[in-house]
């Protein structure tokens, strides 16, 4: 059974960072693509970066890129979400994903991933 369990968020000022981690489990983790997603109260859940299996081709949605960093660490089933220059936009319930396919492409859709964690909560103070 897959599981995927994120950790790491919290109250952050805006500027700073956090780092999100998300544990796997049930799957063999190094040949699926991963992914995180986020979202805000009363607003629908929103793509923020894709990692292929590998590690090496990752993906970022405009309001993320050049401040946020997905990495994936085949050895630990760990993928993470290093978040810097946070925003008073950023708060919400961050979401890991594990692709649907092995041969994932990244189209921003949420519909491309089969399993998703509980969530963890971030909150930037202005």
């Known amino acids: 059974q897959v599981q995927l369990v994120e950790s790491g968020g919290g109250l952050v000022q805006a500027g700073g960072s956090l780092r999100l981690s998300c544990v796997a489990s049930g799957f063999t983790f190094s040949i699926y693509a991963m992914g995180w997603f986020r979202q805000a109260p009363g607003k629908e859940r929103e793509f923020v970066a894709t990692i292929m299996r590998s590690g090496g081709v990752t993906d970022y949605s405009d309001s993320v890129k050049g401040r946020f960093t997905i990495s994936k660490d085949n050895a630990k089933n760990t993928v993470y979400l290093q978040m810097n220059s946070l925003k008073p936009e950023d708060p919400a319930v961050y979401y890991c994903?594990?692709?649907?396919?092995?041969?994932?492409?990244?189209?921003?859709?949420?519909?491309?991933?089969?399993?998703w964690g509980q969530g963890t909560q971030v909150t930037v103070s202005s």
């Open positions: 994903a594990k692709a649907r396919l092995q041969y994932h492409r990244s189209t921003g859709s949420a519909s491309d991933f089969s399993s």
